[in-house]
């Protein structure tokens, strides 16, 4: 008995892409860090830039950065200290070095275990990651900022920064 080539070949394409498709939504690749879920971190932080994932630095940067709002890189962020303290349990709990979070690990690797870093682009990882990005590219009009994440990874409100 023989099996028919087309369904056999068919399954296998069906299965490659499936493997292919679910690798990048498991691992979401080496760049991958879960974007903000709730609604209003994302609307209050995201209001004026990305609302960097929480996966990015430990939970004693996300305490030490909203316990200092009104000095928020030059600007005063301030908010109401109920809603303060809500967005700041969901950063602490959804952190680099929170259990079970295993895509900020790789980030925040080497950042001395006292230390609360409030720049993700000051973290060992980025730099390396990024050192060979020249400066003038860093000026340019629509870049600014190294924290301008967007400028470069386009689905990076999706949480994906590999491009």
């Not at 602490?92 to 870093?117: F, I, M, T, W, Y």
Request: with cysteine; aromatic share 8%; net charge neutral.
């Amino acid at each position: 008995m023989t099996i028919p080539l087309r369904p056999v070949v068919l399954g296998a394409l069906v299965l490659a892409f499936s493997a292919l498709i679910f690798s990048r939504a498991q691992a979401g690749g080496s760049h991958f860090f879960p974007p903000v879920a709730d609604a209003q971190v994302k609307e209050e932080c995201g209001s004026c830039h990305l609302a960097f994932s929480p996966s990015m630095l430990p939970a004693r940067s996300w305490q030490r950065m909203m316990g200092d709002l009104q000095n928020h890189f030059g600007d005063d962020a301030s908010i109401d200290p109920e809603l303060a303290a809500k967005i700041t349990d969901y950063l602490v709990a959804n952190a680099a070095d929170v259990g079970g979070q295993r895509r900020g690990e790789k980030l925040v690797r080497g950042v001395a275990a006292g230390s609360a870093p409030l720049r993700i682009t000051e973290l060992p990882k980025w730099v390396r990651e990024h050192r060979k990005v020249p400066d003038w590219e860093w000026r340019h009009k629509e870049v600014r900022t190294r924290a301008n994440c967007v400028a470069c990874h386009a689905d990076a409100e999706r949480g994906y920064y590999d491009d």
